[in-house]
């Protein structure tokens, strides 16, 4: 069944991501064009959509890794790119983000890879910073021996769960994922959407994530945003999503394990 359990804590009364009016652009390439979208606080938003559609493009949006060619973005009521250095800074320290590429520096311990954000607020002494990677690491369900190996020394599991730590580092309201269980064969990738579900739902944080995967979906996923076509074509619970006639939509979920994974009919 797509997620039903309710996060314990939404922090904010506002809605997390506001998206209005979003275009995208490349040369003369158009990705998206006008796009709106709500994410309330709290929420498990699963954004699907073919090869090429934009969807990690979206995501760099939300987090102001890249300008739209037109509209906005606002995280927690502010202008994601606000003009103000200071208030840029303090609204990157409200969100997490577990991207496909570039998960962890290879250059740098575990230990280092999770204390990296903490060490970029410069309040912080290295005891405290390591108690706090101490936690995180339990967080994620690794053990203290495991701070001190190399990225290389990991399995993609590991991989994963200390890409996660770090993007907890912060005690984040809002968690970005593009692909989180991609390259996990389905043991390791059930067990890494278990421990994210078990988190959010003792932390409260919003997600936006990016998969291909129906069980990554079902299992996390308390809303469906469908692009194609270059817009946005279906937002809402799965039978919402479902109930909408068009083509991605409609091969999307008519295989079997999609369809069973979200607890619907195949269409
Ligand atoms: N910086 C960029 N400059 C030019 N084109 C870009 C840039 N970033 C992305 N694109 C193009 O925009 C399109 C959408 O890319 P994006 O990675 O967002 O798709 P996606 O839906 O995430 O695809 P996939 O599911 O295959 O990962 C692609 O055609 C890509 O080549």
Known sequence: MLGDFPAKACRSRLPAIEIRGLCT???????????????????MLGLVGGSGS??????REIVGLLPPSKGSVKLFGQEVLDPDPA???????????????GALFSALSVHDNIAFPLRELHT???AMITDLVLLKLAMVELEAR???????ELSGGMVKRVALARALSLEPELLVLDEPTAGLDPDRSENFVKLLRMLQQELGFTVVMVTHDPETLAGLATRLAVLADQRLVACGTAAEVLAVEHPFIRNFFSSGRAAAAIGQEAI
């Open 87 to 101: 208030r840029r800074r303090a609204l990157r320290r409200r969100f997490g983000m577990l991207f496909q590429q």
């Open 146 to 152: 495991h701070a001190r190996l190399m990225p290389a």
């Open 54 to 59: 934009g969807k990690t493009t979206l995501l």
């Open 25 to 43: 652009q490349f040369g003369d390439v158009v990705i998206h064009r006008d796009i709106d979208l709500d994410i309330e606080a709290g929420q």
């Open 124 to 126: 912080l002494d290295e």
